[in-house]
């Protein structure tokens, strides 16, 4: 019988890519993981690495058992939640991600119902890129993202996770005070940085609307964008997330057609039943539950 934990480092390597990776993010040393994955090798009689230039890359063997080792994990996971669905109390550690304006707007009362209704858990929290909080989510470094898809820009869709709709954002345009609509397209714009999904909605959607932005400023900090706006250095495209339990400060339009980012949960597929998944989706949808277009 295989070593599920040689299993374990064996499936990290395909998705991180290099053995340091998988040292850092298991808090091992490089020279550990090789070693494990050589016992590996000699249990399974088979070469599983292939070097390539300072990189290592999975044989055809290897992508056996990774395959199979993803379906050891989840059946894994599913038996872990079906284990603290038998208990009277949720604990243990839920390791969550999400974006900046969630962050910002919805996950701390999300946090503080957490805190209040299940005591014996610990909820540890990040801000990480949808992209990046996906690929993470695939790599077993979380076990729930909330994560934003901006129209148009779809987010990869991974095998073995679930989704699950939240709710629609609807996205408007922010002006400063007093700025006539009309002149949008001769005034300065601050966007993401180049690359990111929102940055080519809001270019494609000014180009859309007869004209080329003049993006004189970039940040991927949605307040700074705000900000920006707030002082009259610019306009902006803002999602309404943004005035969750805040004043709007700035003049904000509706779009011509009306348009509005998904946000959604993704959790592993064994993993979404878990008990403290299934208590942070409850509390998180409670916390969206007041959330209003703005006037």
Request: with cysteine; charged share 25%; proline share 7%.
């Amino acid at each position: 019988m295989f070593d599920l934990h040689r299993l374990r480092l064996l499936r990290e390597l395909s998705q991180r890519g290099t053995l340091a990776a998988v040292a850092q993010a298991l808090n091992y040393s490089p020279s550990s993981v090789s070693q494990q994955l050589s016992l590996l090798e000699t249990e399974v009689g088979v070469p599983l690495l292939e070097p390539v230039g300072r990189r290592v890359k999975l044989t055809p063997q290897a992508e056996i058992l990774v395959r199979h080792t993803e379906e050891v994990l989840a059946r894994l996971d599913q038996a872990e939640s079906e284990v603290a669905a038998s208990l009277h109390e949720i604990t243990g550690t839920l390791r969550v991600a999400t974006f900046q304006t969630a962050a910002l707007a919805l996950i701390p009362a999300t946090l503080a119902r957490m805190r209040d209704e299940h005591p014996s858990l610990r909820v540890e929290f990040q801000v990480l890129d949808p992209a990046e909080a996906l690929s993470a989510l695939h790599a077993r470094d979380f076990d729930l993202v909330f994560v934003e898809e901006w129209p148009d820009q779809p987010e990869a869709r991974f095998t073995g996770l679930e989704y699950r709709e939240l709710c629609r954002d609807p996205i408007r345009l922010a002006v400063p005070r007093g700025l006539p609509v009309e002149e949008i397209g001769s005034y300065p714009w601050i966007m993401e940085t180049a690359g990111f999904p929102q940055r080519i909605f809001n270019v494609n959607w000014c180009r859309h609307n007869g004209f080329e932005p003049d993006v004189r400023f970039s940040s991927t900090d949605v307040l700074v964008k705000l900000r920006f706006v707030e002082r009259g250095l610019a306009v902006a495209l803002l999602p309404d997330l943004i005035w969750y339990d805040r004043e709007i400060t700035v003049d904000v339009h509706e779009l011509p057609v009306p348009m509005s980012r998904l946000l959604f949960t993704a959790a592993r597929a064994g993993r979404g039943q878990h008990p403290a998944v299934r208590a942070f989706r409850e509390a998180l949808a409670l916390s969206v539950a007041p959330l209003r277009p703005r006037p």
